[in-house]
């Protein structure tokens, strides 16, 4: 997608384009190996100016630059395509760190209090580990059974690499309630993973609990947030469509009632009704 930008953008400096023609439908099956041997360190720094101009923070340029080092770099030093390559000596700088985003401890507890589940037990289980552990969805999922010892837990992360984490008061009293309600599944079949689905009885999926922590709390959460925790899910409201319409009326006026109230709404209105039961 860097390469069509660039490539479009460069069309346009190129004057191969009518300047009133939209970006995307450029036509770049035209382009030539001696055109792109004419780009300079010049076009390069006006390009990336070009983006900052259409709203490009410094760390989607950082990216969009990283990207046109690699496809020149493949040219020069791989294929020998081209004799200088027009990145080099091109520095942005280091991008601004951002803080990173996090919870209050008043709205850590209103979370809590508010989560809207079928399998309420897994559910607060996998929050409460998320506020409290410091771990990843993919470390999450990957939890067993046999990673607990006493009062820790064993967690595997980025490059296989092993952690040792404490459990707290909160997250010992959150396993000890969800264990007994997972034992007593009928159709248990992955029998060592922590989180498991209550309608399969398998390891629950990374996406599947993205879904669950945002269905089980949108509701109770002003409707532009639930918004977007359900585009969040895999969720689109296409509101051309009467029943998506429908949808976003039930999150505008009853986000403040329970799930339960909410599907008796949408079941009246000839909607599906929303799930967590998985």
């Known amino acids: 997608?860097?390469?069509?930008?660039?490539?479009?953008?460069?069309?346009?400096?190129?004057?191969?384009?009518?300047?009133?023609?939209?970006?995307?439908?450029?036509?770049?099956?035209?382009?030539?190996?001696?055109?792109?041997?004419?780009?300079?360190?010049?076009?390069?720094?006006?390009?990336?100016?070009?983006?900052?101009?259409?709203?490009?923070?410094?760390?989607?340029?950082?990216?969009?630059?990283s990207a046109l080092r690699g496809f020149f770099g493949y040219l020069c030093h791989q294929i020998n395509e081209l004799s200088e390559n027009p990145t080099d000596n091109i520095n942005l700088g280091s991008p601004k760190k951002s803080l990173p985003k996090y919870l209050s401890a008043s709205e850590s507890i209103r979370l809590l209090k508010n989560i809207q589940s079928d399998f309420y037990e897994r559910d607060y289980c996998i929050i409460v580990f998320f506020l409290n552990c410091g771990m990843r969805l993919a470390e999450l999922i990957t939890i067993n059974l046999g990673d607990f010892k006493d009062d820790t837990i064993k967690i595997t992360g980025k490059g296989n690499k092993e952690r040792l984490v404490y459990l707290n008061t909160a997250c010992q009293a959150a396993l000890e309630h969800y264990l007994p309600a997972r034992a007593a599944l009928n159709n248990l079949r992955d029998k060592e993973a922590l989180f498991v689905s209550k309608k399969t009885g398998r390891r629950l999926t990374a996406r599947r609990v993205e879904q669950i922590v945002a269905i089980s709390v949108a509701l109770h959460l002003p409707p532009p947030v639930s918004g977007d925790l359900l585009r969040m899910c895999g969720i689109t409201l296409d509101f051309n469509n009467q029943k998506n319409t429908v949808y976003q009326m039930i999150l505008t006026e009853y986000y403040k009632e329970g799930i339960e109230q909410v599907n008796v709404c949408l079941v009246a209105c000839g909607c599906a009704p929303l799930k967590t039961a998985c």
Not at 7 to 17: C, G, P, S
Not at 42 to 55: E, G, K, M, V
């Open 1 to 65: 997608l860097v390469l069509r930008g660039f490539f479009r953008y460069m069309t346009m400096v190129w004057n191969l384009a009518q300047p009133d023609t939209p970006l995307e439908e450029i036509d770049l099956t035209h382009i030539t190996k001696r055109q792109i041997s004419t780009i300079t360190k010049r076009d390069i720094i006006n390009y990336l100016d070009y983006a900052r101009s259409n709203d490009n923070g410094a760390k989607a340029r950082a990216r969009k630059l």
